[in-house]
């Protein structure tokens, strides 16, 4: 016999979970077509030089590759980003701009496993391509803002800043040339700590820079506050500053500046970032990370067309916003994978339960036959197993009458003589009473 296993990161997803996360999933792909994005997808399997063009750091370690069977290197995508950088190369000629997509999809990374953190998980991106401008930035973190907020998820910080004013900095204290390494360093602050950040970055940069550094990114105060001193310590007032400055006047023209938080600290480990960058968290498990992070990237294209294509994006981790949700209570309603079960009466009346389960279903409530007549206990029992809210009956009597019993199972409460109009009508009012 042949052990049933999985590999380690990779998961089984048992109906409860499943349909946790598709309603999840439902919900934001409802929010992102609200602001007109349309989805599209792209091949688990790229060309290795295709995903790894820009990747840089610790990302090209993670990467699962190898050679395919006519003996090319190839690799699995590792986030949505970068294929829908080669996505934009290969089909700009047959899209509009600016182009508004999001993606659903499985992505693979070969990195050590921890809560909320697996090797193949789920990533929910979108992004605009084609503009420049601080309303697209604001499209962005306004879509992270409403998606959490259609998932029922309080107590939700944006944070953010921009690279361009923290290149401006390492440029202005004479270190841009290693600006990637500071930034990857910098992006390590909430997993290793500010001491050995500081150690870390008196390697690259020497103890005055180091100490620097730490004071650039630990600015405190308000959005205003910290901002002034990030202008400051950058050279002064420039582009990407009155970027940030836009946005913030922004989230107060729409009511939303207190659920975001100018954080000079966030940086984005991916060399890709050019702009504004964000991270999300969840102000009752902050411990977990960001759950919905990204940036303005505006040269990753160019590694595969001469044709510019600014872009920015953001992405939601499914699997570890889902264990952050269960882990603070806030999962949500699970929904029971049949609302009504039509019982089986005896083999006679197989076509009129059928048929009575079809009538059920177009009124828009998942209804389930069960296929043997086995008896009434067992299969109130299984029905109930199965999360319904209604058992409905229809034995030979019944049929003869041209009536039906409804039991609400919750109160254990039966309902006999209905029409079947009748009967579709209290089970709906149960699955909306449920529902709501």
């Not at 977990?288 to 160019?302: D, K, P, Q, T």
């Amino acid at each position: 016999m042949i052990q049933p296993r999985v590999l380690k990161g990779f998961r089984d997803f048992l109906p409860e979970t499943e349909i946790q996360r598709r309603g999840i999933v439902k919900i934001l792909e409802e929010q992102f077509r609200l602001f007109g994005f349309v989805p599209i997808d792209t091949p688990i399997l790229e060309y290795t030089e295709v995903l790894l063009g820009k990747g840089g750091g610790e990302t090209d370690k993670q990467v699962y590759r190898f050679e395919d069977h006519g003996g090319r290197d190839v690799a699995m995508r590792f986030d949505l980003t970068v294929p829908f950088a080669r996505f934009m190369a290969a089909h700009v000629n047959e899209l509009y701009l600016p182009f508004k997509r999001y993606h659903m999809a499985k992505v693979f990374r070969g990195e050590n496993t921890q809560r909320g953190r697996y090797r193949e998980f789920m990533q929910c991106d979108f992004d605009i391509v084609g503009t420049d401008t601080a309303s697209a930035d604001f499209e962005i973190l306004t879509m992270m803002h409403d998606s959490f907020h259609a998932l029922g998820v309080s107590g939700v910080t944006i944070r953010l800043s921009h690279r361009g004013i923290f290149n401006r900095f390492l440029a202005h204290r004479g270190i841009a040339k290693d600006s990637a390494e500071i930034l990857r360093t910098v992006d390590k602050l909430s997993k290793i700590g500010s001491d050995a950040v500081l150690e870390l970055l008196e390697e690259l940069s020497g103890k005055e820079n180091a100490r620097a550094i730490l004071d650039f990114i630990g600015a405190e105060g308000d959005f205003s506050a910290v901002l002034e001193k990030m202008e400051d310590l950058a050279g002064g007032e420039d582009e990407d500053t009155r970027r940030l400055k836009d946005l913030k006047a922004a989230m107060a023209r729409c009511g939303i500046q207190e659920s975001f938080v100018l954080d000079p600290s966030i940086t984005r480990g991916l060399d890709y970032y050019t702009g504004v960058v964000f991270e999300t968290f969840l102000d009752e498990l902050p411990q977990i990370g960001s759950v919905c992070s990204g940036g303005r990237y505006n040269n990753l294209a160019s590694l595969y067309t001469k044709q510019e294509l600014p872009g920015v994006g953001a992405s939601i981790g499914l699997d570890r916003l889902m264990a952050a949700l269960e882990e603070i209570g806030s999962s949500g309603r699970k929904e029971a994978p049949v609302e009504a079960m039509v019982l089986c009466m005896d083999e006679e009346g197989t076509g009129d339960f059928h048929a009575l389960a079809r009538r059920l279903r177009a009124a828009g409530i998942r209804a389930e036959v069960y296929p043997d007549p086995r008896k009434l206990g067992a299969q109130f029992s299984f029905a109930e197993k199965k999360g319904a809210l209604a058992a409905v009956l229809l034995g030979e009597e019944e049929r003869k009458a041209g009536t039906v019993t409804v039991k609400d199972l919750a109160a254990r409460k039966n309902h006999g003589g209905l029409s079947p109009e009748e009967a579709i009508k209290l089970v709906r009012e149960l699955t909306k009473k449920e529902r709501n």
